[in-house]
């Protein structure tokens, strides 16, 4: 079966560039979340999108910035890179929530993200 | 918005004993609480979920309880094994929408 992909897997940036990840979700996903996750820490939601809506906001930094796109898949946008931000970026996908079932989050394989 | 606690933040058990997680959390209209595994550099996978109309739910070795009145739910673990080990949150499911996760609980499953 189809899962959430990310891209790419690993990325090495240096302070004060910019990166940009990709989340494609699982087909007729229409909600895309995406977290942040430090070394030894939880997941930390950042930022969700439901029918390429913005639908919710975490500590999503504001030199980072995110969209949803017609075909779903979402990207998120990090500009100003810090050291602090090297951490694995997650994207999870759920279907339509309206639909009536409330069903689990399915995780992409993460984007390691090192800032040097 | 939902503020989602979990407790331990380490748990060490020996092989073949059980293993409780507990999360909290504070709106009443939270309606699904998944729990996930997530071992080292991996994505956190799903291993149990409940509705808020269910009270437990039982899969192998792997159980959960909610309370609604309380707003707490828990995963059990019996018979624990070494590769059991890993770090297990609990998340919760806002306003249809919003997703929250607990802190995690370090699990160590010592042979």
């Known amino acids: 079966a189809a899962g959430v992909i990310q891209s790419p897997r690993h990325l090495i940036k240096e302070k004060r560039e910019t990166a940009t990840l990709k989340c494609y979700p699982i087909p007729r996903h229409d909600t895309v979340y995406w977290y942040q996750q430090g070394p030894g820490q939880d997941p930390q939601f950042l930022i969700s999108f439901y029918e390429k809506m913005q639908s919710d906001k975490g500590s999503i930094p504001d030199r980072f910035s995110a969209q949803q796109f017609s075909d779903y898949h979402s990207e998120l946008n990090m500009s100003s890179l810090e050291l602090g931000d090297s951490a694995l970026y997650f994207c999870?996908?759920?279907?339509?929530?309206?639909?009536?079932?409330?069903?689990?989050?399915?995780f992409g394989q993460g984007t390691r993200l090192t800032v040097v | 918005g939902e503020n989602v606690e979990q407790h331990p933040s380490t748990l060490s058990v020996q092989e073949g004993d059980s293993a409780v997680i507990k999360c909290t959390y504070s709106?009443?209209?939270?309606?699904?609480f998944p729990w996930y595994k997530q071992e080292l550099g991996k994505r956190p996978q799903l291993i149990i979920d409940i509705r808020s109309n269910v009270g437990e739910k039982k899969d192998q070795r792997i159980a959960v309880t909610l309370n609604k009145t309380a707003k707490h739910f828990s995963l059990h673990i019996t018979e624990t094994q070494p590769e059991d080990s890993a770090v297990y949150f609990c998340?919760?499911?806002?306003?249809?929408?919003?997703?929250?996760f607990g802190s995690g609980t370090k699990l160590n499953v010592k042979p």
């Open positions: 709106d009443s209209a939270s309606n699904y």
């Open positions: 998340a919760v499911l806002y306003n249809f929408n919003k997703f929250y």
């Open positions: 999870a996908s759920r279907p339509n929530p309206g639909q009536g079932a409330d069903t689990e989050a399915f």
